[in-house]
């Protein structure tokens, strides 16, 4: 094993060591790390290229992964790969990824296909027995250099193979490359034209190595001397001997920049007079590094001995932190004083950042004295003060360097500027003005305050519970201030954490309802519901343009006004620009610098981040399936058969910088011009109609740029036989035969429906006709009559008159009713209970009813059946309650509601319908009613004309075994 690693150290000449960072001038660059568990086949990077395209291509001992910022893709043995430990890896003029791996084998990818000694006749005829290198000439084309054989090869810019020189050593350039050959130095183009030729004189011609160092410049080293050389006017000029032992060092050039090795865990940058650059060294512990590589976007990706990649975006973002010199990663409150940013951590220590250092030669312990938790943060010419929650104030004279602590205030929850000898405190009992010097204080307001923000000289604003307040003050000749008025600005459920002001505006942080701005007297309200990325709002910063930059809990949020406090957007700044926590507890601008103290230590970027990183995503269509069979597009085409339609299409949109967060939208011309977004990286069509389609896409980076370019995909899809226009015509012929069938059929069912709406018209008739024969019982008149009778014959008048009005509204209504298909249900109820009143003159006073409804009151206005209830309660009376002897006579009317079902139910406690058929059958001349049939049939008429689902459904009653009356529910579907 331990031959093996040698092995690939000799063959990686760029091989570097990568550990954990740290950046020397007290700044650490945000990285991503990449491992099995995100998708990488292994930990152990050999080789990482960069395609045209701009996919990141990894080699691995366990198989190849093309990476697009969010997604890795995997080849193995398992779908072509000669071998899974691949150790070089390189892109040529053609697109094609060449790899060459541990068993000696020669292979590469195009067009997301391997092409192998099995599968590509150049490749069948090659054969190897050493291990391979790989090298890049850039538009030259590519070199296969054999370790120790006499054989190397050249794929040139046209993709063909040739062997070549096997002691020839090259250099790379952009527009051309460097050849050595015999102690002759080329200079050739891409097409293979010597430029320029130079003869190594004076030195010895053997063991040379060649190394670029910058974009014209390279050396040639030799044992313990080296020889730089430049590039002008496409000739080769010798510059000098220069002081630099090249063997004894280890080097990579990439994208423009030059890297050594100074130690094995230490990486240092060097300018092109091979000056190292140590203030930006990269430094790591305890992890091998096999591979650095600088992409297109200037981001660094380092492959490692099995800890996987680190990725470093070339993101303006860079982090104080623990690592970086801060005593504690946690800034509890920060505060700004000059060009001085003062940081209270959470383990109760101060420390100052300035130009751009964190100063080692400042710091404050409280951690010994403090009492309580440290809130709040102030810095002027004289002191630093802290606050406490106990109310507790410690006073760091800056001259002197001597620690006071006052007596206790209250729990002070924020310092605000007065002057060099005085503060205004916000704190849980008050707001008051506390003297530095004499430690003597004013109250300003008696009320609990959570914010305080000085105006001018004669105005304040103070903040609490629910309210702001404008305070205006002046101070006596005894320089003794005095409040001439408060003004109270409600707002509504806040905790409000900090205030600040420009001009007429006021912009008001809250704890849990986000931002207010107030200004001439109206307020605008703004929270998650509107934009914000969070309600809990820690800190405000106003910057030279007057934008908003609001710290909360779930990034920074930058609010820019327009015309007007109720015209606004928002822009957002995450962990998906570079933040390694959404978590902000202050912003302060230094400079052109924004630094941001968070929960993970202070980020600094510059005030312009947003729109200096607008650069737009590329978009590639990266495979297509058929029925899961792959497609080749040729000139961005597919054609398919219109019965065999299934596609799935993948995509990329590269932007590494934005670290995953990647939306995509989508839209087929033909089918609408609308775009459809898409979140994830795959999208499926099915079942097309033979044309053709255009498919375009585009992808959105984290900075809300969307591609310029969108992936385009023409799919035609072919008609199959019987869908072409020659045979067109025969369905056509049927097509007229089966639409004068189908009018005929139409007209004659139109017909038929017109006689029996016909038939159906005159059946209604007849029913109202005969229900208004059959609806008041002839009986039901004369015993009514009767018993009004009774009430003249015994002087009760009132009682006449009363039921008399009521008999002759019954039969009126009745009349009304019957020319009506149906009724409001109010109306029913209504008719019934009057029907149920002149009904209890037929009986003592035995008998009882009662009306139950239960139903909201929208459903009274509900249409039902004319007279359909009135027969049932008639039956219910006349054949179940009248019978009974020696017994209370109860009948119930209920009205209620059942899922989407209007629920009528009658219930008495009668005979029952066993019995009073017996008593039928004795007396045949007992009445029999007509009124139950044609309510069905009225049901029956109903249910035609709506459509709605009705029912009705009678029930015996029993009580241990014996009949205890009837039920009749019916059911009309609302």
């Known amino acids: 094993m331990f031959k093996r690693y040698l092995l690939i150290l ?4 760029s091989i570097l060591p990568l550990f954990k960072t740290a950046w020397v001038y007290g700044q650490e660059k945000i990285r991503i790390h990449y491992k099995i568990e995100d998708g990488l086949f292994s930990n152990t990077i050999y080789s990482i290229v960069q395609d045209q395209k701009g996919f990141i291509w990894i080699a691995t001992d366990n198989g190849l992964c093309r990476f697009d910022g969010k997604q890795f893709k995997r080849y193995s043995t398992s779908n072509g790969l000669p071998d899974n430990d691949i150790l070089s890896i390189e892109v040529d003029q053609q697109g094609r990824i060449w790899l060459a791996t541990f068993n000696r084998n020669l292979c590469y990818i195009f067009n997301n296909s391997i092409y192998t000694r099995n599968n590509e006749p150049n490749l069948k005829k090659l054969s190897f027995k050493s291990y391979l290198k790989l090298l890049n000439l850039n538009k030259s084309g590519l070199i296969i250099q054999e370790e120790g054989r006499p054989r190397n090869y050249k794929v040139d810019r046209n993709g063909n193979l040739k062997p070549i020189h096997r002691s020839t050593q090259f250099l790379s350039f952009d527009e ?8 002759l130095l080329k200079l050739i183009n891409p097409f293979d034209k010597i430029l320029d030729s130079l003869q190594i004189s004076n030195i010895e011609k053997s063991g040379f190595e060649l190394f670029r160092i910058n974009s014209h410049s390279f050396l040639l080293s030799v044992k313990n001397k080296s020889y730089k050389y430049q590039i002008q006017n496409n000739r080769i000029q010798f510059v000098g001997e220069v002081n630099f032992q090249y063997r004894t060092k280890r080097f990579v050039y990439s994208n423009n920049e030059l890297w050594l090795y100074e130690t094995p865990n230490r990486l240092v940058p060097m300018d092109s007079n091979l000056a190292l650059n140590p203030e930006r060294h990269i430094e790591f512990d305890n992890i091998t590094i096999n591979i650095f590589f600088i992409d297109n976007e200037g981001g660094y990706w380092i492959g490692t001995k099995g800890d996987g990649i680190y990725y470093f975006p070339k993101i303006p973002v860079d982090h104080f932190n623990s690592k970086t010199g801060l005593f504690s990663d946690n800034i509890i409150r920060s505060t700004l004083y000059g060009k001085e940013l003062y940081v209270l951590l959470d383990n109760n220590k101060v420390q100052r950042i300035t130009n751009n250092h964190i100063d080692s030669n400042f710091s404050i312990d409280l951690e010994g004295i403090h009492k309580g938790n440290i809130k709040t943060i102030l810095a002027n010419d004289d002191y630093v003060i802290c606050g406490s929650d106990l109310g507790y104030l410690y006073l760091y004279q800056r001259s002197t360097t001597k620690l006071d602590t006052t007596s206790k205030l209250g729990g002070i929850k924020f310092l605000e500027h007065n002057d ?19 430690q003597s204080k004013q109250t300003i307001d008696s009320h609990r305050s959570t914010s305080i923000k000085k105006i001018n000289d004669t105005t304040l604003l103070t903040a609490g519970i629910n309210s702001l307040k404008i305070v205006h003050y002046a101070y006596s000749d005894q320089q003794v201030l005095f409040i001439k008025k408060i003004t109270n600005i409600p707002l509504k459920n806040t905790t409000i954490s900090d205030i600040q002001n420009t001009d007429s505006l006021a ?53 820019t006004l327009h015309r007007s406090i109720h015209n606004y957007d928002i822009e957002k700044i995450s962990t998906n620009h570079g933040l390694t926590t959404n978590n902000i507890n202050g912003i302060h601008q230094i400079g052109h610098s924004i630094f941001a ?18 650069q737009s995503p590329k978009i590639y269509i990266t495979e297509i399936e058929n029925y899961d069979i792959k497609l080749l597009p040729v000139n961005n085409q597919v054609t398919l058969r219109s019965d065999s339609v299934n596609l799935k299409i993948g995509f990329s949109g590269i932007d590494y910088r934005s670290m995953g967060t990647i939306r995509y939208k989508y839209r087929i011309l033909e089918l609408s011009k609308e775009w459809q977004t898409i979140d994830i990286q795959k999208l499926s069509i099915q079942q097309l109609s033979p044309g053709t389609y255009h498919l375009e896409i585009l992808a959105q980076n984290s900075s809300n740029s969307w591609s310029t370019i969108p992936a385009q995909l023409q799919i035609e899809v072919k008609p199959l036989w019987w869908q072409r226009p020659l045979f067109k015509l025969v369905p056509l012929l049927g097509a007229l035969l089966l639409i004068f069938a189908i009018t005929k059929a139409f007209l004659q069912k139109r017909y038929q429906k017109q006689m029996e709406a016909e038939e159906m018209k005159n059946h209604i008739t007849e029913v109202e006709l005969k229900a208004i024969k059959a609806q008041i019982n002839p009986h039901f008149i004369f015993n009514t009559l009767n018993a009004i009778q009774y009430f003249i014959q015994n002087e009760e008048n009132e009682k006449a008159d009363n039921y008399l009005n009521k008999m002759s509204r019954l039969i009126r209504t009745t009349l009304n009713f019957s020319n009506e298909a149906s009724i409001d249900l109010a109306e029913e109820i209504a008719y019934l209970q009057t029907y149920l009143e002149l009904e209890t003159l037929r009986f003592d006073e035995d008998f009882t ?9 929208e459903l009274l206005s509900f249409k039902i059946p004319t007279m359909v209830l009135q027969p049932h309660l008639e039956n219910a009376i006349r054949h179940g309650l009248k019978p009974k002897l020696n017994a209370s006579k109860v009948l119930y009317l209920r009205f209620f509601r059942e899922d989407r079902f209007l629920i009528c139910q009658i219930e008495d406690n009668g005979i029952g319908r066993v019995n009073s058929r017996l008593r039928k059958e004795e007396n045949s001349n007992m009445h029999s009613s007509q009124g139950e049939s044609l309510s069905n049939s009225k049901l029956e008429i109903y249910k035609r004309i709506t459509g709605k689902e009705v029912g009705i459904m009678v029930e015996d009653l029993y009580t241990n075994q014996q009949a205890a009356g009837t039920r009749v529910t019916l059911k009309i579907e609302i």
């Open 420 to 438: 060099n000898s005085s503060v205004f405190i916000a704190s849980s009992g008050n707001s008051l003005l506390f003297n530095l010097k004499n």
């Open 176 to 183: 051309y490359h460097i050849e050595l050959t015999g102690g």
């Open 507 to 559: 912009v008001i942080a809250t704890v849990e309802s986000g931002i207010y701005l107030y200004s001439k007297g109206r307020i605008e309200h703004i929270s998650y519901t509107n934009g914000l990325s969070d309600n809990n709002c820690k800190s405000i910063f106003i910057d030279s343009e007057k934008k908003i930059w609001v710290a909360t809990s779930n990034g920074i949020n930058i609010i």
């Open 10 to 13: 000799c063959i990686f000449c």
């Open 849 to 857: 009813y009662h009306i139950e409804n239960t139903l909201p009151n």
């Open 597 to 614: 103290s968070s929960s993970k230590g202070i980020f600094r970027f510059p005030i312009n981040y947003l729109q200096s990183e607008q």
